[in-house]
DNA sequence: GATGAATGAGTTTTCATTCAT
DNA sequence: AATGAATGAAAACTCATTCAT
């Protein structure tokens, strides 16, 4: 992975995030990362690839995420982490969430991959707390959670914290 | 309005919902409307004219569920009404919503303009029901909102009756 | 000739010889003559059928213009009013000088009709006051017609009224 | 500049002399200099840059003129360069003077820059050569010269060799 | 690996013109 | 006489992609 390629990859995907994936030119991405609109078609083949590189890229890191929670062995503080997973997305991986849930809106792009894991982890949870539906349950955290991205990464309201504060004690956490 | 300039919006509306405002190129939306695609400038302008008129159309039906929600009395009554708001959401309306939050991670084109009456509506509610924070209180059932109509409008899950009955139950409702 | 008609002949003529004729759309000069567009054609046929009505309008006028120059006498006479011709356009014929001088860049689209009424109105002047070759003089009197038009047409300098003093000194007049 | 980007400028240029700027379509440029619609957008942005080009690339060589006729020093020399000016023009630079005469009748598009350098080289001859009004006789001059640059370009008359020959023999040149 | 000229197929938009009312 | 909805063709412009260098 050269330096250029790089600077492709994140200006794709601050413009993808920012714009939108098909209202983003594969010659603005050029433009701002200053290499030659050829470039990204030698690296990537086409503007999908380009796409792909980039959610490849995050799933990594993905995956990271998920694993430090599954290690976890106390049942509500896996509840705790993953509750207040959407509030620890840093400032520079914001783009791409953004990215990623722009993209569940637009058809046949993105399929949900992250889903099952998360209902994997989420279940065992409260069948340990004793909830009498804990895949309903599930359910409800992974909807929660849902929201509170929605909320924080369009930044619809600044007291994102105060409600995780709300939600931890309506699950006696 | 006649009823070209109707078929016009409607078919825009469905296909802009399906594959995304900027991927939905006019000449697709005239062809299948069945009109020319000269007719849609003439009508809304531009392309973003159209859309516009689009979401216009959408925020009045919107004022007359906001406003039949407002007319209640009972607090529990309205709290019910409000979040199971995203399940009554009937068929033919489907296309709007998936519009609208599709948009919402589009910077600059949609302003969230139905997070405010929402919250005039929740606040005395929690306050007559005694919670303690009332906007907060709010806010979260937003938060869930917002999720629900995710789960909803991408068909993630066929229970969500059921998680809307556990969120009452939670409430006490 | 109805009110209609003749608010849409004005307006064109306004239109045409600020931006243009190709420049101008039939939907503007409806627009801006306060009538549908549909009407233009009714009257006109087409938009050259328009921009023919304006310069017949106008041709009628130069005609009148010519044959009172030619009822004078005296060769003195008769040159000093030719030369301030440009200078003698009011205000309200201004749009019609400059569309017809702008249409003379434009090729096939106007032919110099009033080039020999002038010539045959010259030539006898310039043999009246002996000069050695009234035809050159002529030519070289409507070359400087075309430039006082020019000037003063394209508002390029205020002086125009001393340019024609001088001019008369040069001849005498 | 690659032989495409001569090649546009020249078609343009010739099309744009002929046909007027805004009747002739970028596909037409196109068309005619053997290259694809976009490369022109590529390398001039809009049609309007195009004409830019075009207009820049002429008034290099309109300054180079200026320059050779300021350095002379005889004022009935250069009197003598400045009124002939328009009888110089050789056949492939008649297109880019016909689109700027053309031009100046259409509103915006083009400033008179040339005006005022014309002025700086006539005021100081007339007053040199003791003429009474030498402001005067400069504007004067410049009115005549439009008037025979119209003339030449519109192939109005074949004796403009004649009427300058009248020319100088009234400035007893 | 990198550039940037070039393309062709598309997209948005304009426009002269027709026609039912 | 007058409107304004509607059209089809063309105009301006964009864009993903290719390719010679």
């Known amino acids: ?13 601050s413009l993808f995030a920012k714009d939108g994936f098909s209202a983003t030119s594969t010659s603005k991405v050029a433009r701002e990362a200053g290499v030659s609109e050829g470039l990204i078609f030698r690296h990537f083949e086409n503007k999908e690839g380009l796409l792909n590189a980039i959610l490849e890229n995050g799933r990594q890191k993905l995956t990271v995420i998920f694993d430090s929670i599954h290690h976890l062995e106390e049942p509500k503080e896996i509840l705790r982490r993953v509750i207040e997973l959407p509030l620890t997305i840093d400032e ?3 783009p791409f969430w953004k990215l990623l849930y722009a993209l569940k809106w637009q058809a046949d792009v993105y399929d949900d991959s992250m889903s099952n894991p998360m209902k994997d982890i989420l279940i065992p949870v409260f069948e340990a707390l004793n909830y009498h ?5 599930s359910e409800l955290v ?9 909320h924080i990464l369009l930044k619809r309201s ?6 995780k504060e709300l939600i931890f004690k309506k699950y006696d956490l």
Chains 1, 2, 3, 4 share one sequence.
């Not at 992975?1 to 995907?13: D, F, G, V, Y």
């Not at 539906?133 to 349950?137: A, S």
């Not at 600044?158 to 409600?163: A, P, R």
């Open 92 to 94: 520079d991986q914001r």
């Open 158 to 163: 600044g007291n994102v914290e105060d409600i």
């Open 142 to 150: 992974m909807v929660l959670m849902d929201g509170m991205a929605s």
């Open 133 to 137: 539906q804990p895949e309903l349950e």
């Open 1 to 13: 992975m050269t330096e250029k390629q790089e600077r492709i990859l994140e200006t794709a995907l």
